[in-house]
């Protein structure tokens, strides 16, 4: 059974999102099972303040409005900050178009607590068609950038086969370099000493990097036995 006082707090940055598609979020997170819920954070860099609806979800929800937009890994600091100054155990960065089951939060945190050594986890991840998605890497170089750019979609099939690590299957626990920013659970006392994101990087990259700062203390790690559902669509 979780030790349910193991606490967590979650924050979502927002863009002009569908209203439906972050409250099924929020529902997800609000009827998890066996988890202790601070809060969940809701940082809005939309022009406008119409998502503040949300907030009235439950009495976790809180909503920052921001449209100065400062980046994507500087809105998950805001919370991340709060998650640190108030002793938080666990800190869930997650992006709105995620979908999850009653089960998925605790038994990742019970992951966590029976392997002090983990910092940061991320679970299976499938599109909602039921496709695997192949998130977790090896750090990129500048060759795989721009070998993006030019090769045939043959080569680029080979490249990507290495470089997103199939030839694991996706079928066992292990440390990975470079974890999807779509779904990061940390431990909050890692975050205190590894840091949180770097807001130099405005948006993409970041979870990069902050995935190679935990991998270099052997903190990184895929969890397989649970998953996730991400309407992803990626774009650039």
């Given at each position: 059974?979780l ?8 924050s ?13 979020l929020?529902?997800?997170i609000l009827s998890?099972?066996?988890?202790k819920?601070?809060?969940i954070y809701l940082?809005?860099?939309s022009?406008t303040n119409?998502?503040n609806q949300?907030?009235q979800?439950?009495s976790?929800?809180?909503y920052?409005?921001n449209?100065s937009?400062l980046?994507y890994g500087a809105g998950?600091n805001?919370?991340?900050k709060h998650s640190?100054n108030n002793?938080?155990?666990f800190h869930?960065?997650?992006n709105?178009d ?10 990742l ?13 991320m679970p ?6 039921g496709?695997?998605q192949?998130?977790?890497k090896l750090l ?5 950038i ?7 979609q043959?080569?680029?099939d080979?490249?990507n ?7 694991s299957?996706?079928?066992?626990i292990m440390?990975?370099?470079y974890?999807s920013?779509s ?9 205190a000493?590894?840091?949180g994101?770097?807001?130099?990087f ?6 990069t990097?902050?995935s190679?700062r935990?991998?270099?203390?052997q ?6 036995h649970?998953?996730?559902i991400?309407?992803h669509?990626?774009?650039?």
């Amino acid at each position: 059974m979780l030790n349910r006082q193991s606490s967590i707090n979650i924050s979502i940055v927002l863009y002009k999102n569908k209203p439906n598609q972050v409250i099924d979020l929020i529902q997800d997170i609000l009827s998890s099972k066996d988890i202790k819920l601070n809060h969940i954070y809701l940082i809005d860099h939309s022009p406008t303040n119409d998502l503040n609806q949300l907030s009235q979800i439950a009495s976790q929800v809180i909503y920052y409005f921001n449209p100065s937009n400062l980046g994507y890994g500087a809105g998950h600091n805001l919370a991340i900050k709060h998650s640190i100054n108030n002793l938080i155990d666990f800190h869930l960065v997650v992006n709105p178009d995620i979908r999850f089951n009653q089960q998925v939060l605790a038994e990742l945190i019970q992951f966590m607590l029976n392997k002090p050594q983990v910092g940061l986890v991320m679970p299976k991840v499938y599109y909602p068609d039921g496709r695997l998605q192949a998130l977790c890497k090896l750090l990129p170089t500048p060759w795989q950038i721009i070998a993006r750019r030019c090769l045939s979609q043959q080569r680029l099939d080979q490249l990507n086969y290495q470089y997103t690590l199939q030839a694991s299957a996706y079928n066992q626990i292990m440390q990975v370099p470079y974890l999807s920013g779509s779904f990061m659970l940390f431990r909050v006392v890692d975050l205190a000493i590894i840091g949180g994101f770097d807001e130099r990087f405005f948006m993409y990259f970041e979870d990069t990097d902050i995935s190679r700062r935990f991998y270099q203390q052997q903190k990184a790690w895929f969890y397989p036995h649970v998953s996730i559902i991400h309407e992803h669509n990626q774009q650039s």
